[in-house]
């Protein structure tokens, strides 16, 4: 589940930068609402959300305490894009991600089509920006160690060690060719 | 299930040429290697073809910061450390964790800009360059691609030049810019169980990554630019520059085109860790390529490694058709800004502020002001300061020396150039392993300056000096009797007995040839272990022989 959360995010970054005119130039107060709409209605496949939810939002002043965000009309986005096989292809080799099947598939449609709802946003005379962080101070920190030690700690997070040495493949994993993948995909379907 | 994750892009994935530095040739001297820039085509080329073809080189510099902890996270820095024992969780990229910038990394990179003539940005940014790596394991590199923390620099390097080889040809290399970056973890290949061993004790240390323009036309310039680099960053103390230890890398690229022409496709050469490899690398390229296109074929655009046993570049199979960076900004670090003590915002906390102009004012003495100074000071030839500098503690060591005799600076140059340089080179020891100290030497010249020793004696206690370190050179002019005649009735002896038996040769002088004398001083000499007064046995001569 975590995964295809994370994958879905993942697709996120590649839609907007390889698919269409990259939007960065939405509003700033526009923002949060694109951000809740993303936790808060998706919640049945992302586990943060319900972390989220469960969590005192005191602690961050800068989360809002309710969510806010107004539905886009189907008729206002732009047409839906059609992902072609050459570019699954490509964006799986590219992002290491394996969509395994026509339900994969699907969420990579409809999260390009959740990004499609940037284009409504008018960013008319407003500076792009590359974060909501742009206008903070970036910290800096003190050369002193801190961190570290925690060799045992992290190899347990692993599947496979060897003395103290992360284990990995000798080399890149192929991914399966498109014959195999189109009769994965055929599988899938039910 | 997230645990997961981190276990799953840790252990999946990929191959790299390994990133481990077992060569340990040491850097002396690089510039009096003998490869020459203009490379001649071993192939013979055709009149017609008008202008010869060169070479152009480029260079891209990793080189480490030297700081206590990584640049975005307060685990220790150090070489050879146990595996995995110097890696957090925001090394190891376990979720949750967030870049913490080291303000030391951007005090070096902005020193290090300023030593490099560049221009320092008063705001940089922060991009994700994203490839798989298993010993990268959050899938991309903080780097600064589109507005880097230092641009528009020079470096100015010398080598030896002209038809003996003495000559210093002065150089420049535009430095397009200066990036913060991070370092990859280590990847241990074993083959023979078909496995990678991933150490991430490096993943997420310090980089300045140097950008060079393809300003060189071959080897020996690049190695001595880099040479140059490599002073330079010891004397700021911004890196070691170990390259054996990986403190220094170097990838090149190179193509070759007749001038005038546009460039030539070009290739990229990896894998090269040490300065001379550097120049063969880079020589044995341009060479092959020149070759390609004079057989009238087309060079590839590919990556190529070194291999140091044939001394041949061999092409990488490392990318899988197009790469493609996806570089986008880095969303958890807002941009960096600089300032300079004057426009410093008011209200800013000072622990967060780094100033470029106190930066600039507190920059040690750079390797090219030190060679000049030291040639206006002590009236040494401009490739003596070279060397001098060159060598790691030799500055320091003549100094002392000239500190502590009266002799002039310029002989006291020869004593270090020849016997001194020559002896450690031979045993391959560094200055501070000598075991003739400054004082030692300081105390064996003195003696030759005041005439107390010939200049061959000198070089004998010089000798004993080195085999027995502690004693001084007047102890061991007194134990093998070495200092120098100048009891003139003694003198007068054994150059009667160099006259008597050698009538053929006091004939020639008498006749004119006055060049056989020194013939005859050489067996006086020869009779006294050359220790008699040169000046005195001349004039016993002359007068014996007239």
Same mark, same amino acid.
């Given at each position: 589940?975590?995964?295809?959360?994370?994958?879905?995010?993942?697709?996120?970054?590649?839609?907007?930068?390889?698919?269409?005119?990259?939007?960065?130039?939405?509003?700033?107060?526009?923002?949060?609402?694109?951000?809740?709409?993303? /936790?808060?209605?998706?919640?049945?496949?992302?586990?943060?959300?319900?972390?989220?939810?469960?969590?005192?939002?005191? /602690?961050?002043?800068?989360? *809002?305490?309710?969510?806010?965000?107004?539905?886009?009309?189907?008729?206002?986005?732009?047409? *839906?894009?059609?992902?072609?096989?050459?570019?699954?292809?490509?964006?799986?080799? /590219?992002?290491?991600?394996?969509?395994?099947?026509?339900?994969?598939?699907?969420?990579?449609?409809?999260?390009?089509?959740?990004?499609?709802?940037?284009?409504?946003?008018?960013?008319?005379?407003?500076?792009?920006?590359?974060?909501?962080?742009?206008?903070?101070?970036?910290?800096?920190?003190?050369?002193?160690?801190?961190?570290?030690?925690?060799?045992?700690?992290?190899?347990?997070?692993?599947?496979?060690?060897?003395?103290?040495?992360?284990?990995?493949? *000798?080399? $890149?994993?192929? /991914?399966?060719?498109?014959?195999?993948?189109?009769?994965?995909?055929? $599988?899938?379907?039910? | 299930?997230?645990?997961?994750?981190?276990?799953?892009?840790?252990?999946?994935?990929?191959?790299?040429?390994?990133?481990?530095?077992?060569?340990?040739?040491?850097?002396?001297?690089?510039?009096?290697?003998?490869?020459?820039?203009?490379?001649?085509?071993?192939?013979?080329?055709?009149?017609?073809?008008?202008?010869?073809?060169?070479?152009?080189?480029?260079?891209?510099?990793? @080189?480490?910061?030297?700081?206590?902890?990584?640049?975005?996270?307060?685990?220790?820095?150090?070489?050879?450390?146990?595996?995995?024992?110097?890696?957090?969780?925001?090394?190891?990229?376990?979720?949750?964790?967030?870049?913490?910038?080291?303000?030391?990394?951007?005090?070096?990179?902005?020193?290090?800009?300023?030593?490099?003539?560049?221009?320092?940005?008063?705001?940089?940014?922060?991009?994700?360059?994203?490839?798989?790596?298993?010993?990268?394991?959050?899938?991309?590199?903080?780097?600064?691609?589109?507005?880097?923390?230092?641009?528009?620099?020079?470096?100015?390097?010398?080598?030896?030049?002209?038809?003996?080889?003495?000559?210093?040809?002065?150089?420049?290399?535009?430095?397009?810019?200066?990036?913060?970056?991070?370092?990859?973890?280590?990847?241990?290949?074993?083959?023979?169980?078909?496995?990678?061993?991933?150490?991430?004790?490096?993943?997420?240390?310090?980089?300045?990554?140097?950008?060079?323009?393809?300003?060189?036309?071959?080897?020996?310039?690049?190695?001595? @630019?880099?040479?140059?680099?490599?002073?330079?960053?010891?004397?700021?103390?911004?890196?070691?520059?170990?390259?054996?230890?990986?403190?220094?890398?170097?990838?090149?690229?190179?193509?070759?085109?007749?001038?005038?022409?546009?460039?030539?496709?070009?290739?990229? #050469?990896?894998?090269?860790?040490?300065?001379?490899?550097?120049?063969?690398?880079?020589?044995?390229?341009?060479?092959?390529?020149?070759?390609?296109?004079?057989?009238?074929?087309?060079?590839?655009?590919?990556?190529? @490694?070194?291999?140091?046993?044939?001394?041949?570049?061999?092409?990488?199979?490392?990318?899988?058709?197009?790469?493609?960076?996806?570089?986008?900004?880095?969303?958890?670090?807002?941009?960096?800004?600089?300032?300079?003590?004057?426009?410093?915002?008011?209200?800013?906390?000072?622990?967060?502020?780094?100033?470029?102009?106190?930066?600039?004012?507190?920059?040690?003495?750079?390797?090219?002001?030190?060679?000049?100074?030291? #040639?206006?000071?002590?009236?040494?030839?401009?490739?003596?300061?070279?060397?001098?500098?060159?060598?790691?503690?030799?500055?320091?060591?003549?100094?002392?020396?000239? !500190?502590?005799?009266?002799?002039?600076?310029?002989?006291?140059?020869?004593?270090?150039?020849?016997?001194?340089?020559?002896?450690?080179?031979?045993?391959?020891?560094?200055?501070?392993?000598?075991?003739?100290?400054?004082?030692?030497?300081?105390?064996?010249?003195?003696?030759?300056?005041?005439?107390?020793?010939?200049?061959?004696?000198?070089?004998?206690?010089?000798?004993?000096?080195?085999?027995?370190?502690? !004693?001084? @050179?007047?102890?061991?002019? #007194?134990?093998?009797?070495?200092?120098?005649?100048?009891?003139?009735?003694?003198?007068?002896?054994?150059?009667?007995?160099?006259?008597?038996?050698?009538?053929?040769? #006091?004939?020639?002088?008498?006749?004119?040839?006055?060049?056989?004398?020194?013939?005859?001083?050489?067996?006086?000499?020869?009779?006294?272990?050359?220790?008699?007064?040169?000046?005195?046995?001349?004039?016993?001569?002359?007068?014996?022989?007239?």
């Amino acid at each position: 589940m975590a995964l295809c959360c994370r994958s879905t995010a993942r697709i996120l970054h590649i839609a907007r930068l390889r698919l269409g005119p990259l939007q960065h130039r939405h509003r700033v107060e526009a923002l949060p609402s694109v951000v809740e709409s993303i /936790l808060g209605t998706t919640s049945t496949w992302c586990r943060w959300t319900s972390d989220r939810n469960s969590s005192d939002c005191s /602690l961050n002043p800068k989360i *809002p305490r309710e969510p806010t965000w107004e539905p886009v009309a189907e008729n206002e986005l732009p047409p *839906p894009t059609h992902v072609p096989a050459d570019l699954v292809d490509k964006l799986e080799r /590219l992002a290491l991600v394996d969509f395994r099947n026509q339900e994969g598939l699907d969420c990579l449609d409809k999260a390009i089509r959740f990004a499609d709802q940037l284009h409504v946003v008018n960013t008319e005379g407003v500076e792009p920006m590359d974060s909501v962080l742009e206008d903070r101070a970036l910290y800096l920190r003190n050369d002193t160690v801190g961190d570290g030690q925690c060799t045992e700690e992290l190899l347990q997070l692993a599947k496979s060690t060897v003395e103290e040495y992360f284990v990995a493949p *000798p080399g $890149n994993i192929p /991914l399966p060719k498109r014959e195999e993948r189109t009769a994965m995909l055929k $599988n899938s379907e039910f | 299930m997230l645990l997961h994750i981190s276990k799953y892009i840790i252990t999946r994935h990929l191959k790299r040429a390994p990133n481990i530095y077992h060569s340990n040739i040491s850097f002396r001297r690089i510039w009096t290697s003998c490869q020459r820039c203009q490379i001649q085509p071993q192939m013979k080329t055709k009149r017609h073809v008008s202008p010869e073809m060169v070479g152009v080189v480029g260079l891209e510099i990793h @080189a480490q910061i030297h700081s206590t902890t990584k640049l975005f996270s307060s685990s220790q820095v150090k070489f050879s450390a146990p595996p995995n024992s110097l890696v957090s969780f925001f090394d190891a990229s376990l979720p949750g964790t967030l870049p913490v910038l080291n303000r030391r990394c951007v005090e070096a990179a902005v020193m290090t800009g300023l030593a490099l003539n560049c221009t320092i940005n008063k705001k940089s940014l922060f991009d994700r360059k994203h490839y798989f790596y298993a010993d990268m394991p959050a899938g991309y590199q903080i780097t600064q691609q589109r507005l880097p923390i230092a641009v528009d620099g020079t470096l100015t390097y010398s080598h030896l030049g002209g038809k003996k080889r003495n000559q210093v040809v002065t150089k420049t290399v535009r430095i397009k810019q200066i990036q913060l970056e991070q370092d990859s973890g280590k990847s241990l290949h074993d083959d023979y169980r078909s496995q990678t061993l991933i150490d991430l004790n490096r993943a997420g240390v310090g980089l300045m990554e140097v950008v060079m323009e393809p300003d060189m036309s071959c080897g020996e310039e690049a190695a001595s @630019a880099v040479r140059e680099l490599q002073l330079i960053l010891q004397a700021l103390g911004t890196c070691l520059g170990n390259m054996s230890e990986g403190q220094l890398r170097v990838d090149a690229n190179v193509s070759v085109h007749r001038p005038g022409e546009p460039l030539g496709v070009r290739t990229e #050469v990896k894998n090269i860790n040490s300065a001379r490899y550097l120049a063969r690398a880079i020589d044995y390229e341009i060479q092959r390529q020149m070759e390609i296109v004079q057989a009238g074929g087309t060079v590839l655009n590919e990556t190529r @490694a070194y291999d140091q046993k044939s001394g041949n570049t061999v092409p990488m199979r490392d990318k899988e058709g197009l790469q493609d960076y996806r570089f986008m900004p880095e969303p958890n670090l807002p941009p960096l800004l600089l300032y300079d003590s004057e426009n410093v915002p008011e209200g800013l906390d000072p622990t967060q502020v780094v100033l470029i102009d106190r930066l600039r004012a507190e920059l040690p003495e750079l390797p090219g002001i030190k060679r000049a100074r030291l #040639v206006e000071t002590y009236g040494i030839l401009p490739e003596h300061s070279f060397i001098l500098v060159n060598e790691d503690g030799l500055v320091d060591y003549f100094e002392s020396v000239v !500190k502590e005799t009266k002799a002039e600076p310029r002989k006291v140059i020869g004593w270090v150039m020849q016997e001194l340089l020559g002896a450690l080179n031979q045993q391959n020891l560094r200055v501070s392993q000598s075991p003739v100290s400054p004082s030692a030497l300081a105390e064996l010249v003195n003696l030759l300056e005041a005439g107390r020793i010939s200049s061959s004696a000198a070089k004998l206690i010089f000798q004993e000096l080195w085999k027995s370190p502690g !004693k001084s @050179a007047e102890q061991i002019v #007194v134990e093998l009797d070495l200092g120098l005649v100048n009891d003139r009735e003694k003198l007068l002896r054994i150059c009667q007995t160099v006259v008597d038996t050698h009538p053929e040769q #006091v004939r020639a002088i008498r006749s004119g040839n006055k060049r056989v004398l020194n013939k005859l001083i050489g067996e006086v000499q020869k009779r006294t272990k050359g220790r008699a007064d040169p000046a005195l046995v001349r004039s016993i001569l002359e007068e014996q022989t007239s």
